[in-house]
Nanobody
């Protein structure tokens, strides 16, 4: 059974940093492109960042470019999101997701086959 478990969320002040982790089990992570999405209060889930199977290619939403960094450790089946210079508008539940096809539509929900349960990030002003 595939499981993705996020951790590392919390309550921080604006300008702080957080590192989210996503532990994968039940799959060979190196066969999957991975992504991070977030759902802000009252909003639809939206794309944050994605990374290719090897980690050689990364993609970011414009709102997080230069502040967030996605990375992966295939040997340990881990995905990370380093979040810096956090803003109140980053407040959301953050989800990791795995895509077997790793296609061009990495920024859409439909591209992903497995999802974690989410971790809450709250940024106070």
């Amino acid at each position: 059974q595939v499981q993705l478990v996020e951790s590392g969320g919390g309550l921080v002040q604006a300008g702080a940093s957080l590192r989210l982790s996503c532990a994968a089990s039940g799959l060979n992570l190196s066969n999957y492109a991975m992504g991070w999405f977030c759902r802000r209060p009252g909003k639809e889930r939206e794309f944050v960042a994605a990374i290719s199977w090897s980690g050689g290619s990364t993609y970011y939403a414009d709102s997080v470019k230069g502040r967030f960094t996605i990375s992966r450790d295939n040997a340990n089946d881990m995905l990370y999101l380093q979040m810096s210079s956090l803003k109140p508008e980053d407040t959301a539940v953050y989800y990791c997701a795995a895509s077997y096809s790793g296609g061009s539509y990495y920024y859409t929900d439909d591209e992903y086959d497995h999802w974690g349960q989410g971790t809450q990030v709250t940024v106070s002003s």
